[in-house]
């Protein structure tokens, strides 16, 4: 179990039994390498539970995600991390993240 700081998602699903898992972190620029941290620690228990698995749903893979990073003002960023998947890999990352 891996415990996030900065990520809090939030769940939906699509009627093919997609499930997204989105998140959206605004804190002051000196915190934002933490946040990218987080996304990259996300990303790594990806790729070594569901390797080779990454793309676009709708062509069969198993998980999928998009990644933005934006300076709001000098004080503050903004990053949004969407991670999707089947089934199975959605309650997979709900179990190893304890993501409600």
């Known amino acids: 179990m891996t415990e996030l700081r900065y990520l809090d ?8 039994g997609h499930g ?6 605004t804190t002051s620029p000196t915190k934002t390498r933490e946040v990218l941290a987080e996304v990259a620690q996300v990303l790594a228990w990806a790729n070594a539970n569901f390797p080779e698995a990454q793309g676009a749903l709708e062509d ?3 998980w999928d995600f998009d990644l933005q990073q934006a300076r709001e003002t ?3 960023d903004t990053v949004t ?4 998947g089947t089934a199975e890999f959605c309650a997979a990352l709900r179990a190893h ?4």
Not at 81 to 84: A, C, I, P, V, W
């Open 9 to 16: 998602f939030d769940y939906s699903e699509d009627t093919e």
């Open 20 to 25: 997204t898992f989105d998140a959206m972190a």
């Open 60 to 62: 069969g893979a198993a």
């Open 74 to 76: 000098p004080e503050l």
């Open 81 to 84: 991390f969407s991670l999707g």
């Open 97 to 100: 993240f304890k993501l409600d």
